[in-house]
């Protein structure tokens, strides 16, 4: 589930970001709204743009079938119910994407312009369970010093380092290893109170940590021309030169 979709959805609240909603997506939700509430959940598998994002440790769901295995953690009879309230006026469209921002939804689902569905930011008592347990297991085996956290951002990995982001009592946290230690090890590399600054109304996240004239900037970059351009990215850059620029492989 990606970040960026809380900031549009914040920001078509402030902004009424009402557009021209095409058919086929006013089709869509409706089909979604029944769809749901009849427990559907086959024919709902199909209208999904994999993967679909669910918030760390938790892992993404890659195909229809492990759509369908998880769906009874995903969706409860709270969502059910505030589905049924679902009205045409409470679809925003913003940059192409169209959710539901109105009424009683503040961006639970959200459809691209094909009537597909790329993301579901709502999270039921049993995937919040869940996810706190996996997150228990996860800390059980990270080095105690940096074994807490109130939620991870993003755990990634380049060909020489093995990088977390986390939020902490003590703000953004930067944690690493290089290559050849485990997170079970003592990390070479702890910065806290990094910044963290959206990269405009469109989608991405920059966090930066200072250590002394070294500047360290980790990218979440959504919007771009290619699939190589999105993603994660690590900036090196000392005095304010960029000394490198790496991308990132996700770990989940």
């Known amino acids: 589930m990606k970040r960026g979709i809380y900031i549009i959805a914040f920001l078509c609240l402030i902004n009424n970001c009402r557009g021209d909603v095409p058919d086929i997506v006013i089709k869509r939700f409706r089909q979604i709204a029944v769809l749901i509430q009849e427990n559907k959940v086959v024919e709902l598998s199909k209208m999904i743009a994999y993967p679909l994002k669910r918030p760390n440790p938790l892992p993404d769901i890659t195909t229809a079938e492990k759509f369908v295995a998880y769906y009874p953690t995903l969706i409860d009879d709270v969502f059910k119910r505030q589905i049924k309230l679902y009205n045409d006026s409470d679809i925003f469209e913003h940059h192409g994407y169209y959710g539901l921002v109105g009424g009683p939804f503040s961006g639970e689902i959200w459809l691209d ?41 993003v755990v990634c990995k380049s060909q020489s380092l093995l990088i977390r982001v986390d939020s902490t009592k003590n703000g953004i946290r930067y944690v690493c290893w ?72 996700e770990i989940k």
């Open 178 to 249: 290089t290559k050849g230690h485990s997170s079970s090890e003592k990390p070479d590399l702890v910065l806290d109170h990094g910044i963290e600054e959206a990269q405009g109304t469109e989608g991405g996240w920059t966090w930066t940590f200072v250590n002394g004239d070294w500047t360290y900037v980790v990218d979440d970059v959504e919007t771009c021309e290619s699939d190589k351009g999105c993603g994660f990215f690590l900036r090196l850059l000392y005095k304010d030169n960029l000394k490198s620029s790496v991308k990132l492989s």
């Open 113 to 153: 312009e094909n009537g597909k569905i790329i993301s579901i930011n709502y999270s039921s008592p049993a995937e919040i369970a869940l996810s706190k347990q996996l997150t228990k297991s996860i800390q059980a085996h990270i080095y105690p010093s940096v074994n807490t956290w109130v939620q991870n951002i």
